[in-house]
């Protein structure tokens, strides 16, 4: 670019000019490009942390109900056998009384 500056219309070469604008237009780019790239690895990182705690929440949830059955058949079982002992025992006393009083 070629035209006339300064206090007297002395005639220059604005080059110089026109490459400083190209080098402040090309760092910007860069700039809004690095932004974007930051701006997007953030929400990547965001969406898998969101994703993770979610799905480790769900694993404990389903962890625990897999516990509560288990628990709550466990607690079933444990009170048929002790009332099945307790059955056993009853069965057991009434013989022993049966006996004494057939031995009277």
């Known amino acids: 670019l070629k035209g006339y ?5 002395e005639y220059s ?5 026109e490459l400083h604008r190209v080098e402040e237009e ?7 490009a690095v932004c974007i ?3 997007i690895c953030l929400l990547s ?3 898998c942390v969101t994703y993770c705690y979610r799905h480790q929440k769900h694993l ?3 962890h625990y109900s897999e516990d509560m059955s288990e628990t709550s058949s466990s607690t079933i079982d444990s009170v048929n056998e002790t009332s099945t002992n307790i059955e056993q025992q009853n069965v057991q006393q009434q ?3 049966m006996r004494e009083l057939v031995i009277i």
Not at 5 to 9: D, I, S, T
Not at 13 to 17: F, M
């Open 60 to 62: 404990n949830k389903s």
């Open 13 to 17: 070469d604005l080059q110089w000019w």
């Open 45 to 47: 990182v965001g969406a």
């Open 95 to 97: 013989q022993r009384v």
């Open 26 to 32: 090309k760092r910007r780019n860069v700039v809004i």
């Open 37 to 39: 790239i930051v701006i």
């Open 5 to 9: 500056m300064g206090e007297r219309c």
